[in-house]
Every structure is written in structure tokens, then in C-alpha cells.
């Protein structure tokens, strides 16, 4: 009893009372694009992203030979993993990382920040799922080839730091007692038929959340013809959660601010 009040003593209380005010110390969460210039011809962020998140682009103030020119950089939530080598790799320091996790978004084009855009876009409060799931939602989690990283971030959602519960929230072991999919993973042919008998298994109204790069834009192994990804081909997510993993507080805020939930 002595050790375990030691323990609660020094761990303090783990309960986040809000999850939207939360910055988590040491996790490197959203890219922050500076506004000084590159180098000149320098595309060393470009060349060490491992999954093609970061796009550069050349542009010239005037049309003369003698304008400067310079580079539009914007780096892709969908697709970023989040390693940190294209910060290790900038010369010049323009690209970084803050302790950010309002990262989700409701269209991939809002995923995709730069200079002039530094956050993704709100997330916008769906009126429809605000009446029908503000009380109550019930979620499906479905690994399609995944790792394992996402599914036990999901699966932290129920613990007591972030405790999804008592929003109404919960995880669920059936297709049948669910009102949305949480996708995980880029989707392997293996797993393409099952994802698919999951969502039919559903009742309607119901919608996916596509949790973690690989679900959202099937990074870093897109292209694999171990994939098949037809399915966000015929159903687009509600809800794209980025991060790999994606952390729950990602999630989380991104789902209250989906349904209109006040923290």
C-alpha cells in the first residue's frame, strides 16, 4: 500500500481534464515551416523525406533573368511520419517541429501546410454527426496491415489519461454495435475483403476515421503491390488523423471538434 501511494505520489495525476489545452512535453508533433529562404538549389529536406511529404517548389518574383528566385516549401500531414530527417538535413534551419497535436482534418488538401498556412485546416463541426453521435458514438477498429503502433495509441484512447468514455466515446468489438470505422494501416490486399465486411456489417448512418500516415495516403509503402486501397476509393473518410503513430490527443481533439463536443 506504502509503494503504491510512493508511486501515485510521484506520478501525480495522470487524468488530462482537457484534452484540447494538452502539449505534451517531448512529442514532436506538428512541422513548423520558417519563413526564411533556402538555400540556393537546395532541396536536402526533399531528398532525405522518406515518404514524399515535402514538396518544393521554385518560383520567381519577376519575369527577368536577374530575379531572385524562391522556393514555396509545404510539407504533406498525410504522408509525413514525422522522423525528423529533413529537420536534421536543413542547412538553413527553415524546417522544424513543434509539440502540436491539433493535426486532424476533415479533407486531405487541409493536411498540407507551408509558410502561408502553418496548421491544417479546422476541423469542421458536422451539424448531422453533432445530432445523431454528440451523445453517444460507437467505434470499430479494424488494423488493415498496420503495425501495431496506431492500433495501441486507438487503444490508449479508453485509458484513464485520456478516457474517451466519458464523452460518450467508445471502442466496441462488433461491426454490428458500431457507428464508425476507425481504419488503421495501409490497407494490404490480405485485409481488403475484411475492411470491407466490417463496413457492410455496419449499420447506417456511419462513417471512417482514418487514423495514422499509412491509413491516410497508404505511406510509406504506397506503390506496394501488397496493397489495395480500393476501398477509400469508394468511401471517403469523415476524419483523417495524421501521425505515425497518431498520437490520442490528436485523435481525440480532432473527434470532439468533429462532433461539436465542448471539453
Excluded at 513548423?32 to 529536406?45: D, L, R
Excluded at 457507428?179 to 456489417?201: E, F, H, K, Y
Aim: proline fraction near 8%; glycine fraction near 10%.
Amino acid at each position: 500500500m506504502f509503494k503504491s501511494i510512493a508511486v501515485r505520489r510521484a506520478q501525480g495525476s495522470q487524468f488530462i481534464p482537457d484534452p484540447r489545452r494538452a502539449a505534451p512535453q517531448g512529442f514532436r508533433g506538428r512541422p513548423v515551416v520558417g519563413e526564411g529562404a533556402c538555400g540556393t538549389g537546395c532541396s536536402a529536406c526533399v531528398d532525405s523525406c522518406p515518404t514524399r511529404a515535402i514538396a518544393l517548389k521554385l518560383t520567381t518574383a519577376a519575369p527577368t533573368p536577374a530575379a531572385p528566385t524562391t522556393a514555396a516549401l509545404t510539407v504533406d500531414l498525410g504522408r509525413c511520419i514525422q522522423c525528423g530527417d529533413c529537420a536534421s538535413a536543413c542547412p538553413t534551419g527553415k524546417l522544424g517541429y513543434s509539440n502540436d497535436v491539433r493535426l486532424a482534418a476533415t479533407d486531405l488538401a487541409g493536411l498540407v501546410i507551408g509558410v502561408d498556412r502553418p496548421t491544417p485546416d479546422p476541423v469542421r463541426v458536422s451539424a448531422e454527426l453533432k445530432q445523431r453521435f454528440g451523445r453517444s458514438l460507437k467505434l470499430r477498429s479494424v488494423s488493415a496491415g498496420g503495425c501495431n503502433a496506431c492500433e495501441l495509441e486507438v487503444n490508449a484512447l479508453t485509458n484513464v489519461n485520456f478516457d474517451i468514455g466519458r464523452y460518450g466515446i467508445d471502442i466496441v468489438a462488433s461491426p454490428r454495435h458500431a457507428d464508425g470505422l476507425v481504419l488503421t494501416g495501409p490497407i494490404s490486399r490480405n485485409m481488403a475483403d475484411a475492411l470491407q465486411l466490417c463496413w457492410d456489417g455496419m449499420p447506417e448512418p456511419k462513417l471512417v476515421i482514418a487514423v495514422g500516415a499509412c491509413a491516410i495516403s497508404g505511406s510509406p509503402f504506397d506503390g506496394s503491390e501488397a496493397l489495395d486501397r480500393s476501398f477509400l476509393d469508394r468511401i471517403k473518410p469523415t476524419l483523417y488523423v495524421p501521425g505515425c503513430p497518431a498520437h490520442p490527443l490528436t485523435f481525440l481533439c480532432g473527434l470532439l471538434d468533429l462532433l461539436g463536443i465542448p471539453s
